[in-house]
């Protein structure tokens, strides 16, 4: 083999690589994906609330004084089962992970019953009214960020009054329950 077949050789490998570069060069150029300016497709899935029609869905907006009044206390005695991993309801009831709620209605928030309140809850101050109730066990962390009850809270409206109107007769002194037309 004299030196021009070599070259010859060497030229036909070399021109080889050359179009191989060239052409994933070009095919990257065309393959390569834009990043897309808005998501291609949108999810938009209705909010549904369980078991949900729309006249549960406007209750959720009732004010508390408005659910009390087909509140019932013995519901609400069964639904606070729920609580009671962590609070007692008896007067003069120890203190667990939660501080006993006898007579909370009213009452100061974070205050005595000899419990070690969270710093999030005393700083909040004032009593607990209904309304507040109502806000605090719809969403606890929603009404006082920061607060060691570490409780989902009770979503569904009716069953919310009813511990509230629970919590209420649970006192020396129950509050009259509060009417919608003031
Ligand atoms: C996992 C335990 C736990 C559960 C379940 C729980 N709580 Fe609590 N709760 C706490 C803790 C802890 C605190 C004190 C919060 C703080 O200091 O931030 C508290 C505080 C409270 C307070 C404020 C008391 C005060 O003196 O200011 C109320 C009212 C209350 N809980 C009601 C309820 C009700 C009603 C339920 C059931 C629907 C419930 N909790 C379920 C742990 C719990």
Redesign the pocket.
Known sequence: MDSFELNKILGALLGTCLIVLVTSFAAQAVFTPRPLEKPGFEIAVKEETKGGGPAEAAASSEPIEKLLQTASVEKGSA??K??????TFEKGGPN????N?FG?VG???????G????A???AKGGT?TFDD?NK??TN?KGF?P??????A??PKDSE?AD??AY?NSLSDHPQPLPTAQK
Do not use: Q
């Open positions: 639904a606070a729920k609580c009671a991993a962590c609070h667990r992970v939660g501080p709620l909370i009452e100061a928030r974070g205050e005595g019953r419990f070690n309140f969270s999030a809850m005393k607990w109730l605090f066990l606890p006082i920061g607060t060691a009850m570490g409780f809270g009770i919310r511990v509230i919590l």
